[in-house]
């Protein structure tokens, strides 16, 4: 979909849904009043329970890193290479490094929006972004010591390979967010939380499928962290989606309408569907998928039955 109908349709929704604001307010607040309810359990598993943006900020500055200079010092880098690596799972190793990377130009774009001026997100990005640079940089360090070589550019390199078009359509996307103000904070957080969990899921999947030992040791300190990134962006997600119907409305719209998997955009279809597909082959891995990633997004308010996620993963597993 070009940018210019993204535009029109964004507005269209938001006149749309403003017009209906202002002929039933009242019907709108009742339902307001009914949504700061909602019943626990709608959580991530094992997550903790908020009840608001800065006690999900709270318990994230408490989490301390699983990437401490000590665990990383104490992985035996040099005997990578003593274990095999199966060829099939180094271009998704490349693509994880580089969507990782690619966190940077996330946060500049997040930046512009009114979703990068809240003062929650805003402190818990600036954390975020450093973790991510450095799960990048560790995946780009393990890809060397397994013997392939990435060369001393290839930030440069990956960032050149971004296409022109992407970044014009998300510099006008974030022109179409504004209008929305807070009511848009939502549907980011909703789209951060897919991805962190997508991210996450498929870091677990790599590690158990690569049987690399290694690999694993360094993957499970990156879950860990992924795990923290998905509770904050989920539990957000959650507060935001409970304040107003239009932003339900507005969230489950734009992430109907555009959310394709993680990094796609920014790097070429065919590289993200060979990653989908090989980490979540088949009915097995759709299946996966469906209960670790688009289950737990259907709990979020006014994500009940949202069967998006699954019916965009489902081509790419089963091809
Ligand atoms: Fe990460
Ligand atoms: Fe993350």
């Known amino acids: 979909m070009k940018a210019r109908d993204i535009l029109t349709i964004a507005f269209e929704q938001h006149n749309r849904i403003i017009s209906a604001q202002k002929s039933s307010s009242a019907a709108l607040v009742v339902k307001d009043l009914l949504c700061k309810n909602w019943p626990i359990g709608l959580l991530l598993e094992d997550s903790p329970l908020f009840e608001t943006d800065n006690d999900v900020l709270d318990w994230y500055e408490r989490q301390p890193r699983a990437l401490s200079k000590e665990f990383v010092d104490s992985i035996a880098w040099n005997d990578i290479k003593d274990h095999p690596l199966n060829p099939a799972f180094i271009p998704v190793l490349i693509y994880m490094r580089d969507i990782e990377y690619f966190t940077e130009m996330y946060y500049r774009e997040l930046l512009r929006t009114p979703t990068g001026k809240d003062p929650v ?93 290694i690999l694993e040791q360094l993957l499970g300190a990156i879950i860990q962290e992924e795990s923290i990134h998905s509770n904050f962006y989920w539990n957000l997600a959650r507060l935001k989606l409970s304040q107003a119907k239009f932003s339900r409305d507005l969230a489950r719209f734009i992430i109907g309408k555009f959310w394709t998997p993680v990094g796609q955009g920014a790097k070429p279809e065919h590289e993200t569907n060979y990653v989908v597909a090989t980490l979540f082959q088949g009915p097995t891995g759709l299946d996966i998928f469906d209960r670790t990633v688009a289950s737990r997004i259907e709990r979020l308010p006014g994500f009940a039955g949202f069967k998006a996620l699954s019916e965009r993963v489902a081509p790419i597993v089963q091809a």
């Open 121 to 213: 997100i805003r402190k818990f990005m600036d954390r975020w972004s450093i973790e991510e640079n450095e799960h990048a940089n560790l995946l780009n360090r393990f890809l060397n010591e397994a013997g392939i070589q990435t060369g001393d550019r290839w930030q440069d390199e990956a960032r050149a390979r971004v296409p022109r078009r992407y970044v014009i359509e998300s510099y006008l996307l974030d022109i179409a967010a504004k209008p929305f103000g807070r009511y848009f904070h939502a549907a980011h957080m909703v789209w951060g939380a897919i991805n962190e969990i997508t991210t996450l899921q498929g870091y677990r999947r790599l590690a158990q499928l690569a049987g690399h030992p």
